[in-house]
């Protein structure tokens, strides 16, 4: 007579899901992510509604502040630098409607999961559809901004020439940028709550190392290195440049494209490891 002995169940804990397994999950997010455009296109045309509910002028308010700020520090800067105003007022102009839209974004990617807390907790919604909602909200503040520019290249005597049609893919460059820099950023920003303030710090930090109230060849010969080293001067040259009539040098373009794919292998890997985590960590 033979005796079965039941077989035993392991008591070895499951193993995790490996780096390969991490990375197939970020990778179908980021494609879910933009397959639900609907999603993040209205909730961040509903963020600039919101901040500007019940206001007399609306969403206009953003052009009425930054026409007033270039106006006032391009009068006040072109005397202090003793420059012609006719130059210095449409660059001064162009540039902090470009660093707009870039500061912005690293700005808010660092706050991008940590705003949308109700949203992760309480929905099953791609990762990636808030930072996609941020890049929309700081591409129509960009967008109002970019009203000001016409009025004033028309008012000081610039006319357009074909190097305009390179200011769309500068702006898409920019943008394509911010996606890495959201995923980044905003996971390891919910993860540490005292990183958006250290951010907000550094990017005015940046700001004053970068050509944006101040002109390149007003440096002197042992710092031209700032300029040269700064990645967001690179993306600012794709836009600011073509806007202005001149053609951005081919070290931008390479500059800007060297960021891109180490900003993109960098930050995918690090989205993909981290992911699942974001959930606990709001």
């Known amino acids: ?41 209205l909730l961040g045309m509903n963020d600039i509604r919101q901040r500007y509910r019940r206001s007399q002028l609306g969403q206009f308010w953003i052009t009425f502040a930054m026409a007033t700020t270039i106006v006032t520090l391009g009068i006040l800067y072109s005397y202090l630098f003793k420059m012609d105003l006719r130059v210095y007022l449409p660059y001064l102009g162009t540039s902090l409607v470009v660093w707009g839209l870039i500061s912005g974004i690293v700005t808010d990617s660092g706050s991008a999961f940590i705003n949308s807390e109700a949203y992760v907790k309480q929905a099953s919604i791609p990762r990636s559809v808030f930072v996609h909602q941020m890049l929309v909200r700081n ?41 890495w820099v959201g995923l980044l950023l905003g996971a390891f920003c919910a993860r540490y709550r005292d990183m958006p303030q250290i951010i907000a710090s550094l990017i005015q930090v940046v700001f004053f190392m970068t050509p944006v109230m101040w002109q390149p060849p007003q440096l002197p010969g042992r710092l031209v290195w700032l300029v040269r080293y700064n990645p967001v001067e690179s993306f600012m040259d794709l836009v600011r440049d073509p806007l202005l009539g ?27 490891r981290f992911r699942a985590r974001i959930i606990y960590w709001l």
């Open 139 to 179: 591409s129509i503040v960009f967008l109002h901004n970019l009203i000001i520019l016409p009025p004033l290249y028309l008012f000081f005597g610039l006319t357009p020439s074909w190097v305009l049609l390179l200011a769309p893919i500068g702006v898409a460059f920019i943008i394509l940028n911010g996606v």
């Open 1 to 41: 007579m033979s005796i079965t002995i039941p077989e035993i169940a392991s008591s070895e804990p499951p193993k995790p899901p490996s780096m390969a397994r991490h990375l197939t999950l970020a990778l179908e997010d980021l494609v879910k992510g933009l397959y639900d455009w609907r999603i993040w296109l």
């Open 246 to 272: 001149q053609a951005p040098p081919v070290s931008s373009w390479e500059g800007a494209a060297i960021v891109t794919v180490v900003g993109y292998s960098v930050s995918v890997l690090f989205f993909a």
